[in-house]
């Protein structure tokens, strides 16, 4: 199997590398960009398997630029990776479409996220499935029919 192709949007190049270290080989990061408006270039031009997205970003913030990426190509397979642990970030990226979402204080998750959403499925943060076990649930999948397949 080919190594997932991720665009990782992020304004922290601490955290860049961050990723970078994380994933080693076991992806290709095809692309970085730092804000919302670079970032719809970027998914145009380089068509990644995954986004890996921060919601705290000048110009755009990233549910903002989900929104309107998913809104016209909502086959598109996007994890937040953020420090946002509020209920409302959680509930909101999925209701936008998201596929996944990790905490950046729970980086070492990111390949099981990538694996899973690659495979058609959606990811929680432990954390956040710990503190709020019916995040994941409360919003639909809108591309499975069968909900018990939801959780991961």
């Known amino acids: 199997?080919?190594?997932?192709?991720?665009?990782?949007?992020?304004?922290?190049?601490?955290?860049?590398?961050?990723?970078?270290?994380?994933?080693?080989?076991?992806?290709?990061?095809?692309?970085?960009?730092h804000d919302g408006i670079e970032l719809f270039r970027a998914t145009e031009m380089l068509k990644p398997d995954v986004i890996l997205l921060d919601i705290s970003m000048p110009h755009m913030n990233g549910l903002e630029a989900a929104r309107r990426l998913l809104a016209t190509t909502p086959e598109l397979r996007i994890i937040f990776l953020t420090m946002h642990d509020r209920p409302f970030y959680v509930t909101e990226a999925f209701r936008l479409g998201a596929r996944g979402y990790v905490?950046?204080?729970?980086?070492?998750?990111?390949?099981?996220?990538?694996?899973?959403?690659m495979q058609g499925g959606?990811?929680?943060?432990?954390?956040?499935?710990?503190?709020?076990?019916?995040?994941?649930?409360?919003?639909?999948?809108?591309?499975?029919?069968?909900?018990?397949?939801?959780?991961?």
């Open 103 to 117: 905490l950046k204080r729970s980086i070492h998750e990111l390949p099981l996220a990538i694996d899973c959403v």
């Open 1 to 33: 199997m080919n190594q997932p192709q991720i665009l990782l949007a992020d304004d922290h190049s601490e955290m860049v590398l961050a990723v970078a270290r994380h994933l080693g080989q076991q992806v290709s990061i095809v692309g970085v960009v």
């Open 122 to 152: 959606r990811f929680l943060s432990m954390p956040l499935r710990d503190a709020h076990p019916d995040s994941l649930s409360a919003v639909p999948d809108p591309n499975r029919t069968d909900a018990s397949k939801q959780g991961s």
